[in-house]
């Protein structure tokens, strides 16, 4: 199982829309898709038709109960409208997680076992985080194989991907490993000045780790969630979708890459 995870520490970057469709993308092409809901207000659950609000059990549960054998993973699940397409929501409660338990010992690897559990389930897993470091991200970067880290092509993003840089930082020292990362440029808009130049100033500074391309601003994707389907599903042409399957092919080679790497070593 491919366990991905979209992150960074901005708000309002895309993380959301990249986990809605690349999951879409993949479920299209005949993959078991599990998309993990790790922020607090729910975006990803709301995106699906479910109220983050009231819903009683959601991913908060794997913390509470500490439990993460197959059933009790699998009792948490929604099925979407999308076939292959398979949700665990997050509810409100998931906000009250660092305070209540951050400190507790074993915390951040709650989410890395409750997907081993499921790891026949599904063919991919993506994760989507808050925009903030806690618990959650922490628990996300240690359960992925691979980060996604979208950045809107404005200067503010810009800036704040140096905090997200320094984050990870932190987080693979006390890993003691490397999480591989893929920088992905979103809401790119080629006609204005600001998203030209930001994309360029981001291949400057992150030449190793961006994406060769970039996701267009496409209003398409803002229709798509009020209908509650990935734009894959709307419309299989619209650019954005073409965007997120290019990236989604490389992806997949990335770590087909990683793995024959490591089958070598
Ligand atoms: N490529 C795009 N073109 C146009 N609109 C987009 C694009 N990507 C995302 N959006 C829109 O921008 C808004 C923010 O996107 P999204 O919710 O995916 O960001 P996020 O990083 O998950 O935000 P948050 O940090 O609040 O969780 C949404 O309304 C979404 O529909
Ligand atoms: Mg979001």
Redesign the pocket.
Known sequence: MHVWSSS?Q?????????VVTLGGLAAQGGERVLMVDL?P?G?LTAYFGHDPESLERSAYELFREGVAGREAVESLLLPTAVPGLTLLPASTALATLDRQLGRREGMGLIVSRALAAVEGEFDVAII?C??MLGVLMVNALAACQHLIV?VQTEFLAIKGLERMRHTLGMIEKARGLSVPYTIVP??FDRRTRASVDSLRTLRTQFSERIWRSA?????R??EA?RRGLPLSHIDPAAR?VEAYRMLLDDLVALEGAARRRKEAS
């Open positions: 960074n901005k708000g309002g970057v895309g993380k959301t829309t990249t922020d207000h975006s989507d808050p925009p979208p979103t809401m996701i267009p601003v496409d209003t994707f803002r969630s954005g």
